[in-house]
């Protein structure tokens, strides 16, 4: 809203309003209003859910090797992420632009999702939450509602990069003058940079394009439930969640900013996105949410993020990597995620399987994979056989397994940067 203002008063030649116009200034000004927020209204709603006696059921601390209780603790605290958010993106981003009304339909969608669950845990008192059947559904509609307008939108174009080969060895790279739907994405590690889905419906014939298009939606339904999943199981340490977000955060934004300049788009090589670049104010809303949340967030935790946070987040981080055409390289960037819900699939899947032949098999002592780094001997089921009983060692704390988790995230979003240039 203010930036319409103030290129409104741009006409009239008021003294600073042409600072509106730069990308960098409304970035930072979201940053900074996104930590301001957070902080300001992080406080009143602690407040206000303990004076209502709103707050998370007692924990099982027998998963805690160190005793630690969290009870009393408010949940529900991805509303603070969400106003976080919203706030500032309304004010200080251009509301025509496609991409981020995607990002805003997204935030508020999960956000309500996870916000149904939590009120069922909270206020019905039901542990189990909204049944995953539910939560899927919802994943799955706002997967394709994002699938479908990338690809009917005349407004979600790219400028394809093209190789051209100048003087022997040197290659130069080109853009297309014109912007046109395309299928293509960026895949790390190989050397032209690019996946066209439509190529790999060649099989269709003269269908292959509107064949690559349905692949393409699939595949948006398929990242942005993994994502959002991933990043809801890896919310059950203090501080984990928003950290290792905030962190993939920036890589994003770092992406979504190159994406959106051409000059620095031809020398990654890869696709020119005009317009991405209002991805950067609302990751910058993001990242200032992150943090701020984690003024709070942070062990001991005074609130809990619950699935109001944790699936948002992951919705949110999913659907910029699609329409900066890095989805591909979410197994990287997201590799934390990746782990956790990994670990959840092959203990559960093992232990059914090998229940099935009469015997109790577990892979790891605990899953996700975060609660296995904090499970003592005496808290394992004594009727189970473990193949991974040894490890680790000895349990940690849940602090240094958090900041252990962080320190992973940003060798990976590194590493994801680094594929750029590594082919």
């Not at 927020?37 to 090797?65: C, L, N």
């Not at 307008?149 to 080109?174: C, T, Y």
């Not at 293509?184 to 590690?189: D, G, L, N, S, V």
């Not at 990746?338 to 092959?346: D, N």
Request: hydrophobic share 50%; with cysteine.
């Amino acid at each position: 809203m203010l930036y319409y203002l103030f290129r409104f008063l741009d006409e009239f030649s008021i003294p600073g309003s042409h600072m509106w116009s730069y990308i960098s200034f409304r970035s930072l000004l979201t940053l900074i209003l996104s930590l301001i927020i957070s902080a300001w209204f992080g406080e009143k709603f602690i407040k206000y859910m303990k004076r209502k006696h709103i707050t998370e059921v007692q924990r099982d601390p027998s998963i805690d090797p160190f005793g630690v209780e969290k009870k009393g603790v408010p949940s529900m605290g991805g509303i603070i992420i969400m106003v976080s958010i919203l706030v500032p993106v309304l004010l200080l981003g251009r509301m025509r632009n496609i991409y981020l009304i995607l990002m805003i339909v997204t935030t508020v969608w999960l956000g309500f999702l996870g916000g149904l669950d939590d009120y069922i845990k909270i206020f019905r008192k039901n542990k189990d939450g909204l049944k995953g059947k539910y939560k899927i559904v919802g994943q799955v509609t706002i997967g394709l509602i994002v699938g479908l307008v990338l690809w009917m939108s005349p407004d979600a174009k790219i400028n394809e990069n093209v190789e051209i080969e100048k003087q022997g060895q040197e290659i130069v790279v080109r853009h297309k003058s014109e912007a046109v739907k395309s299928l293509k994405t960026t895949i790390p590690f190989v050397k032209n940079h690019n996946l066209d889905y439509s190529e790999m419906m060649a099989f269709c014939g003269k269908y292959k394009n509107a064949a690559g298009w349905i692949l393409f939606v699939i595949m948006t339904i398929l990242v942005v439930t993994a994502v959002s999943n991933g990043a809801n199981l890896n919310d059950g340490m203090d501080g984990m969640c928003a950290g290792t977000s905030a962190i993939i955060g920036v890589a994003l934004g770092i992406f979504a900013y190159v994406s959106s300049h051409i000059e620095y788009a031809s020398y990654l090589n890869i696709m020119y996105i005009p317009g991405s670049q209002e991805l950067v104010v609302f990751l910058c809303a993001f990242i200032g949410a992150m943090i701020g949340f984690l003024w709070y967030n942070a062990y001991p935790a005074q609130v809990f993020m619950g699935d109001t946070g944790s699936l948002m987040i992951g919705g949110i981080i999913a659907v910029v990597a699609i329409i900066i055409h890095k989805e591909l390289m979410l197994p990287i960037l997201c590799g934390i995620f990746f782990v956790e819900s990994l670990s959840v699939i092959i203990q559960t899947q093992y232990f059914k399987y090998m229940k099935h032949k009469g015997q109790r098999v577990r892979i790891f002592r605990a899953a996700p994979i975060h609660d296995t780094f904090r499970k003592l001997d005496s808290q394992l089921d004594p009727e189970s056989r473990y193949v991974l009983k040894k490890w680790p060692h000895r349990p940690f704390h849940e602090s240094k397994i958090t900041i252990r988790f962080w320190i992973v995230t940003i060798i990976l979003a590194a590493l994801t940067i680094i594929t750029l240039k590594v082919r």
